[in-house]
Structure formats: C-alpha cells, structure tokens
C-alpha cells in the first residue's frame, strides 16, 4: 500500500463543517488502499489570533514560551480532525509534533527541521489508522517544543514526506494550484500544470506564499513529487516535479510580489576591507536574515550600502545597525518599510537574453522607479515603492504574456 503524506493548511481546516469534509475526502482516499498520514495547520486565523494575545502583553517575553503558545493551535485542528474521522467510524489519532518524531535544531520561531524519527506513525499506520500531525512544530534536542516559521505546516508535510519515502505529498489549500501570480491581485492569472523544483523554490522564496519556501527546498533536496491542490474541488492542481520531465520549459513561468519587506542604507561607509562583514555579522548573530544587497561606489573612499530584511524584524535590526554606524565611522542611516520586492521567475531565463532589460523596461513605462535589484539564474528581482506593487505585477503579468499559460 502506498503511503501518502497529506497537508491542509489553515482555511481548509476553519471550522468544524470543512473538518468533516476533510475527513470524508480523507476517508474516501484510504479507501482506495492508501495509508494516510495528514498534517493540518492551525485553524483559520487560530495562530495570529495567538499572536494578537502576546502583543497585549507587551514586551519582553522570550520566544520559547511564544513556541509553547502558538503550537497549541495545530494541537487543536489535528485532535479535531481525528476525533471527526473516528466519529464517522474510521480508526485515527493525532500526533503532536514531537509524538510524530519531528526533530528540529533549537532556533525557537524558526527551528528547521533536522530528522524525522517515524517510529511511532509507523507503528499507528501498521494498525490501520489515519495519522493526523500537528504541524508547524518539532522538538529541539533539549526537548522544548520549536515552531517551523510560518507557513511551516508545509514543511512538516514535505519533510514526513521525505523521511516516510511517501509517494506523494499532497498540499491541500484555498487555491487549486500555483498560478502565475497571486490570483488575489492579479485576476488573469492562470494555473500552472507542473513547475520544477527550482522554480517552485525560487517563486517561493520571493513571495509566492502558496508553498513555505523552505517545503520547496526539501521537495527539490529530496526530490519529493509535491502536488498542490484545493481542498474543497476535485480539480487536479500543479506537480512539482523535474525539470526534465516537464513539458515544456517557459522562459517566465510567474510573477511574485512579497510586502513582507523592509529597507535599510547606511550612508558613507569607509572603503576598506572587513565593513560589510561588522555589519552584517551583527545581523546575522541576532539570527535576522538579510535578503538584497547594494554596494555602490560613491565619492572618493566611501560607498552607501543598503539591504533589505523582513519587515518585521526592522525594529530589532535598527538598534544594532545603529552601533555598527557608529563604531565603523559611517556617516548615518536611513530605513523604510514602504517598499515591496517584485520578481520574475522562470527556468528559460538562464538561456535567453533580455529577459530582466524586458522587466525594467515594463517598471519604467508604467513609471515605477526601482530603488535595488537583484538576479539569481532563473530570478530578477526589484525593490520597488509598495504602493505601486499591484500596478507592476499586472503590467509584468501582461508583458511576458501569462495569462494564457498552463
Ligand atoms: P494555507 O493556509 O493553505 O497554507 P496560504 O494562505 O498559506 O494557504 O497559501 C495559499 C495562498 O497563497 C493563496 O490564497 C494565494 O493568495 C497565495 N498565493 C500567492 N502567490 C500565489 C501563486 N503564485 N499561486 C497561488 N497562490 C498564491
Ligand atoms: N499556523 C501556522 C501559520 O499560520 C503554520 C501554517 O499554517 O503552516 O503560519
Ligand atoms: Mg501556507
């Protein structure tokens, strides 16, 4: 019997009426000689409702005890899954995210995962049962409880996936596919059938939040076969998959916009060796994450650097870029988080020309001024005003014609 890993993510699980109908299609694939393992994310709004309760509280907590909070909302959805699939007479129980074997490090908020130990999945699966997994969670070699980053209830799936050597992953949600852009700004935008790893990861990476960038680097490592899907149709969804077994290798493949952006410029920083490693060493031992990066040359022996982070990291960031302008002897600083990134993605790029002179070209008709850039081989990458995010997306869309891919 082959072993599916399956994954619904938080609107497909928002109340107990969508549970049942989760179960029901839950059953109905067992049926047909599957063993099922399932994760599900917290339901609906669960976890930024969990979020919104620390804010009351202020500052000063530490992000373990955040961990030990946000966890309980998959605890919730996978007990609730469970007990409807026993109620419509199907053997089942949840796990937790540690039950199931989920190794992570311990990076509380953002712990990746570094195992799986399926003992116990295993174990259920042998006596005919639906495994439900909390997602989203793991245990770190200290045995607290660490959460995966948003989004993360994805890579718990793709990672059982992997470790289970499952045959599919299947990740259900509130769209039936990976479109060409995200099709709650940009109405023309049309499903793609299949998408290669590397595009999958790249698109995720710089905003697509329909797959947890870190599901899709697991999927391409692991070479899991991922299929994204709705769960409320029967529609078939998009197949990540090899880029030797699509059909065909578009030069775009979408277009993807992340608001989740913010800008930080240093001003004069002397020219000399060993600058950009104090200022970004100091970012990088507060585990914050620097995205795009410019140098420029300005006058004489000083340059400007600028660089992007997520948004919501900025007043953590401030302070510490303060003291390195200071103890480094640059001029000043400047931040804002009234910028958006927008990219292009595709695995033709590489081989074609133009591609990224196409993307300015588009920018500058529809007169949006690109304040950093950014390319990857198969990425081009702007920073751009964010009020003009919806603008570029749908003008980018247009140009590269995507409104009739499939
Ligand atoms: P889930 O709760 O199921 O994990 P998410 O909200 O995380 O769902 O991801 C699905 C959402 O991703 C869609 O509703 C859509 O708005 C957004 N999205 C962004 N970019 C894309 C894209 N290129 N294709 C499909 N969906 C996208
Ligand atoms: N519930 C978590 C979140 O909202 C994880 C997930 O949904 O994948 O980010
Ligand atoms: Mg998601």
Redesign the pocket.
Known sequence: MALLVC??????VADINKIRRIADKLIAMKAQGHRIVTVV?AMGDTTDDLLELTREIGRGHDLRELDMLLATGEQQSASLLAMSLQAAGCPALSLTGWQAGILTDNVYSKARINDIDPIRIEQELDQGKIVVVAGFQGIAPNGDITTLGR?G??TSAVALAAGMKAKHCL?????D?????????EPR?S??RQICYEEMLE?ASV??????PRAAELAMNYRVEVE?LS?FTEKPG?IITEVAKMDKVRTVS???HDLNVAKIAIFDVPDQPGIASKVFRALADNAINVDMIVQSQMKGDRNDIAFTIERQELSRALPLVETVVADIGAAGMAYGDDVAKISIVGAGMQSKPGVAADMFAVLAENGINIQMISTSEIKTSCIIEEAQTQKAVQALHQCFDLENES
């Open positions: 994954k619904f993510g938080g609107s497909s994310s989004g209830s994805d990740i259900f949600t509130d769209v596919g990976v479109y060409t852009a995200d099709p709650r700004i935008a499903k793609l698109f905003g697509a939040a329909v797959l947890q994204i769960s998009t979408g277009v993807a």
